[in-house]
C-alpha cells in the first residue's frame, strides 16, 4: 500500500521555522523524483519545490527561493522541506508527492502550516 505522510506543520510566528517531512512507503522510493505543494485557502495549488530522484537538482517557486529547502533521504524513505523566514503569504496545506516522468504519482494527505503572530 502507497504512503505518503507529511508531518511537521503547525503554528509559527512570522520570521519562524518549520521544518516538514514527508515519510514514503509501498514504492520505491528512490526511483522518484518528490515534490512539495501548498494550497492556501481560496488560492490555486502552488508547487513550492522538488527534488531529483538522487537530491542533486532542487528547484524552487520564487515565492520561497533564499528561504526554503527540500532534501531527502533515500535511506530514510523522506523528504523534507526546511522553511525559514515564515511570512504570513505561506500559511497553507502543505502536501508532498512523488513523480515519474514529471507525473504526479502519488499525493500525501496534507499537513498545515499557520504563520501567525
Known amino acids: 500500500q502507497v504512503q505518503l505522510v507529511e508531518s511537521g506543520g503547525g503554528l509559527v510566528q512570522p520570521g519562524g521555522s518549520l521544518r516538514l517531512s514527508c515519510a514514503a512507503s509501498?514504492?520505491?522510493?528512490?526511483?522518484?523524483?518528490m515534490r512539495w505543494y501548498r494550497q492556501a485557502t481560496g488560492k490555486e495549488r502552488e508547487l513550492v519545490a522538488r527534488i531529483t530522484t538522487t537530491g542533486s537538482i532542487t528547484n524552487y517557486a520564487d515565492s520561497v527561493k533564499g528561504r526554503f529547502s527540500i532534501s531527502r533521504d533515500n535511506a530514510k524513505n523522506t523528504v523534507y522541506l526546511q522553511m525559514n523566514s515564515l511570512k504570513p503569504e505561506d500559511t497553507a496545506a502543505y502536501y508532498c508527492?512523488?513523480?515519474?516522468?514529471?507525473?504526479?504519482?502519488?499525493w500525501g494527505q496534507g499537513t498545515q502550516v499557520t504563520v501567525s503572530s
Open positions: 509501498g514504492f520505491t522510493f528512490s526511483s522518484y523524483a
Open positions: 508527492t512523488a513523480a515519474l516522468r514529471n507525473t504526479d504519482r502519488y
